[in-house]
Nanobody, 122 residues
Framework: QVQLVESGGGLVQAGGSLRVSCAAS????????MGWPRQAPGKEREFVAR????????YYADSIKGRFTISRDNAKNTVYLQMSSLKPEDTAVYYCTAHRGVVTNLGVWDYWGQGTQVTVSS
């Protein structure tokens, strides 16, 4: 099994920056793709970023493109989401996901974290 633990969420003013992290433990050798979906109150879950094991392949949702950067450190089994120019509409619970292999459906992942709250005040 793989466990994912997010950290780094919090309250930030609009226009500010925040970095959330996700540390994987357990059978981390099976992990390939990792990603960050988010869910805001009353809204559908949105998948915002994905990164391949090598880091050479990434995906970003249009809503955050140019403002967020996903990265990973495989030696530390950690994936990061650097968020800049934050907007109130970025307020959501940010989850970490991991998959055994390449994800073909962004809505289907093998492992999920518990989530970390990011709140952007106006």
């Amino acid at each position: 099994q793989v466990q994912l633990v997010e950290s780094g969420g919090g309250l930030v003013q609009a226009g500010g920056s925040l970095r959330v992290s996700c540390a994987a433990s357990g059978r981390t050798s099976v992990i390939d793709d990792m990603g960050w979906p988010r869910q805001a109150p009353g809204k559908e879950r949105e998948f915002v970023a994905r990164i391949s094991w090598s880091g050479r392949s990434t995906y970003y949702a249009d809503s955050i493109k140019g403002r967020f950067t996903i990265s990973r450190d495989n030696a530390k089994n950690t994936v990061y989401l650097q968020m800049s120019s934050l907007k109130p509409e970025d307020t959501a619970v940010y989850y970490c996901t991991a998959h055994r292999g390449v994800v073909t459906n962004l809505g289907v992942w093998d492992y999920w974290g518990q989530g970390t709250q990011v709140t952007v005040s106006s």
